[in-house]
Nanobody, 123 residues
Framework: QVQLVESGGGLVQAGGSLRLSCAAS????????MAWFRRAPGKEREFVAA????????YYANSVKGRFTISRDNARNTVSLQMNSLKPEDTAVYFC????????????????WGQGTQVTVSS
């Protein structure tokens, strides 16, 4: 059974940084794409970033491009999201997800989800 556990969320001031991590188990980690999504209060869940199984290709939402970096460590079965220059509008619950071999920005492509970790950015 695939399990994803996020960690690293918290409260940070605008302009600050946080690093989220997601520990995966239950499948051959390096074979599958991984992604981060987020859901802000009162809004639909939205795509943030994705990375291929090898880590060679990444893809970002325009709203985070240049500020966030997704990476993975296949030896440790973890994927991370380094978030810099955080803004109040980045406040959300952040979810780790995995699905098939190709990266995608739509939820339907990801079959497995973590429980989420709260990120709050104060102004």
């Amino acid at each position: 059974q695939v399990q994803l556990v996020e960690s690293g969320g918290g409260l940070v001031q605008a302009g600050g940084s946080l690093r989220l991590s997601c520990a995966a188990s239950g499948r051959t980690f390096s074979t599958y794409a991984m992604a981060w999504f987020r859901r802000a209060p009162g809004k639909e869940r939205e795509f943030v970033a994705a990375i291929t199984g090898s880590g060679g290709i990444t893809y970002y939402a325009n709203s985070v491009k240049g500020r966030f970096t997704i990476s993975r460590d296949n030896a440790r079965n973890t994927v991370s999201l380094q978030m810099n220059s955080l803004k109040p509008e980045d406040t959300a619950v952040y979810f780790c997800a995995t699905g098939g071999g190709l990266i995608a920005s739509t939820e339907i492509e990801y079959a497995y989800w973590g429980q989420g970790t709260q990120v709050t950015v104060s102004s």
